[in-house]
Antibody, heavy 120, light 107 residues
Framework: QVQLQESGPGLVKPSQTLSLTCTVS??????????WSWLRQLPGKGLEWIGY???????YYNPSLRSLVTISIDTSKNQFSLQLNSMTAADTAVYYC????????????WGQGSLVTVSS | DIQMTQSPSSLSASVGDSVTITCQAS??????LNWYQQKPGKAPKVLIYDASNLETGVPLRFSGNGSGTDFTFIISSLQPEDIATYYCQQYDDLPITFGQGTRLDIK
């Protein structure tokens, strides 16, 4: 059974960079056929796709966040990561990592979510 | 970006009722639409993919249909465990976008 688990700080100061890591267990991140994704959910709001990465490093970002976001992958650790620069209070959200299955075109496994609060 | 508009934004129904949620895309997305269920404090879970295909293990009371710009999600006989927020999501073009959600509760 594939499992994803987010880790990182729960509190970030304004203007700082958020760094989150997603550790994948129960399957290899470099097996192909999946995009490793980050999404977020602002308080009481809907879901926003941030971007995703393929195992060999190609990335796709939401244009609304492209200038602030970097997604990277470490296949040796079976992890992928999110960096979001210049955080503001508006970036306070639950951040999810998820797996996009290319053959069926949906997010089939998700992490439990990581609440990140931006506050001084 | 393709905008996804769900209605209603919230819905209250009785156990056993049939419930319908609609999702409209701002442009033709063929059948490239999924439906997710999100319970409080949990991650979303896919119920329907490619507009009308039931994910393995999902109860048969859930169904979806539509193509192009107009889609429908139906729960044929509402159960107490169906209390959740439901989202449509398109993958016809990047960025992947979601509807704003429909919060469903028991009357």
């Amino acid at each position: 059974q594939v499992q994803l688990q987010e880790s990182g700080p729960g509190l970030v100061k304004p203007s700082q960079t958020l760094s989150l890591t997603c550790t994948v267990s129960g399957g290899s991140i470099n097996s192909g056929g999946y995009y490793w994704s980050w999404l977020r959910q602002l308080p009481g709001k809907g879901l926003e796709w941030i971007g995703y990465i393929y195992y060999y490093g190609s990335t796709y970002y939401n244009p609304s966040l492209r200038s602030l976001v970097t997604i990277s992958i470490d296949t040796s650790k079976n992890q992928f990561s999110l960096q979001l620069n210049s955080m503001t209070a508006a970036d306070t959200a639950v951040y999810y990592c998820a797996r996009w299955k290319m053959s069926t075109h949906y997010f089939d496994y998700w992490g439990q979510g990581s609440l990140v609060t931006v506050s001084s | 970006d393709i905008q996804m508009t769900q209605s209603p934004s919230s819905l209250s129904a009785s156990v056993g009722d049939s419930v319908t949620i609609t999702c409209q895309a701002s442009q033709d997305i063929n059948y490239y639409l999924n439906w997710y269920q999100q319970k409080p404090g949990k991650a979303p879970k896919v119920l329907i993919y490619d507009a009308s295909n039931l994910e393995t293990g999902v109860p048969l009371r859930f169904s979806g249909n539509g193509s192009g710009t107009d889609f429908t999600f139906i729960i044929s006989s509402l159960q107490p465990e169906d209390i959740a927020t439901y989202y449509c999501q398109q993958y016809d073009d990047l960025p992947i976008t979601f509807g704003q959600g429909t919060r469903l509760d028991i009357k």
